[in-house]
C-alpha cells in the first residue's frame, strides 16, 4: 500500500491560477510516469495530464493544451500541475496517480486503470 498526496487545491475565480503538488515516497514515485485526472460532479473521471518517469515527456488533454503544465522534481518526489486560466467548467476534484509499470511509458497513458495508485483527490473550484 503506497500513499500519494495532492495539495494545492482551493477556489479561484475563472482566469485564475493554481499550483497542484503531488507527493509520495522515492521507491514509489522515482521510476514511474504519473499522471493527473479530474472528476466533475456527475461525470466520469477524466485525463488532464501526464508526464514520463524521467520528465522527458508530457501529454495533455486537448482542452488544457496551452494553459496547464504537468512537470516533476524527482528530487523531491513531487509531482505538480500549473493550472492557467482556469474555466468554470474545470471546477472538480483532481487526482494524481501513479502508471503500473515502471520505467517504461504506456499508449494508453489517457485511461484510469492504467494506472495502479492513486491520490485521494483535492478540490478544484473555479467560480464564475
Known amino acids: 500500500q503506497v500513499q500519494l498526496v495532492e495539495s494545492g487545491g482551493g477556489s479561484v475565480p475563472a482566469g485564475g491560477s493554481l499550483r497542484l503538488a503531488c507527493a509520495a515516497s522515492a521507491p514509489v514515485f522515482r521510476s514511474y510516469a504519473m499522471g493527473w485526472f479530474r472528476q466533475a460532479p456527475g461525470k466520469e473521471r477524466e485525463f488532464v495530464a501526464a508526464i514520463t518517469w524521467g520528465g522527458a515527456r508530457t501529454y495533455y488533454t486537448d482542452s488544457v493544451k496551452g494553459r496547464f503544465t504537468i512537470s516533476r522534481d524527482n528530487a523531491k518526489n513531487t509531482m505538480y500541475l500549473q493550472m492557467n486560466s482556469l474555466k468554470a467548467e474545470e471546477t472538480a476534484v483532481y487526482f494524481c496517480?501513479?502508471?503500473?509499470?515502471?520505467?517504461?511509458?504506456?499508449?494508453?497513458?489517457?485511461?484510469?486503470?492504467?494506472?495502479?495508485?492513486w491520490g485521494q483527490g483535492i478540490q478544484v473550484t473555479v467560480s464564475s
Open positions: 496517480a501513479r502508471q503500473r509499470i515502471p520505467y517504461t511509458a504506456s499508449a494508453r497513458y489517457t485511461e484510469p486503470d492504467e494506472y495502479d495508485y
